[in-house]
């Protein structure tokens, strides 16, 4: 067995973070997936050793769309059903949801507000797509 939190700590200079939350450490963040699943998004340092820990390089895996701007939460709420107010999601929060019928990972990075959005790459297109007409409205 493998103390996550340890391991994560002395791999990453950072304790893993609480239920849907991330931790920032430098360049990196880390996403809180699930009891004893995170994901870290960042650059590749090859300094850190993995070597013995329960670790898989998912960098192929999703593709990362950012949203920003006064209407970002208001595209986001048209095909999302998590809550989105301030009160309940802000700057530091993360959820793995559904956006569009798409599954996706949420991560808001400031009050602005900013999102990124990190789904499959196979619905990438679609997703984005999604997005444009999502957005018509607000321009």
């Avoid at 300094?47 to 209407?71: F, M, Q, W």
């Avoid at 959820?95 to 959005?117: C, F, G, S």
Wanted: with cysteine.
């Amino acid at each position: 067995m493998i103390n996550v939190r340890t391991t994560a700590a002395e791999l990453l200079g950072v304790s893993p973070p609480g239920p849907n939350r991330v931790a920032t450490a430098g360049e990196r963040a880390i996403l809180w997936l699930g009891p004893d699943e995170f994901l870290v998004v960042g650059p590749l340092d090859d300094s850190v050793d993995l070597t013995g820990d329960s670790v898989v390089d998912v960098s192929a895996n999703r593709t990362t769309i950012e949203l920003a701007g006064p209407h970002a939460r208001d595209v986001l709420e048209k095909g999302m059903p998590i809550d989105l107010h301030p009160r309940a999601f802000g700057p530091g929060r993360c959820a793995q949801t559904l956006l569009a019928r798409a599954q996706v990972i949420l991560r808001q990075l400031d009050d602005e507000p900013t999102y990124h959005v990190l789904v499959r790459g196979s619905f990438a297109p679609y997703l984005a797509a999604w997005l444009v007409d999502a957005s018509k409205e607000f321009v």
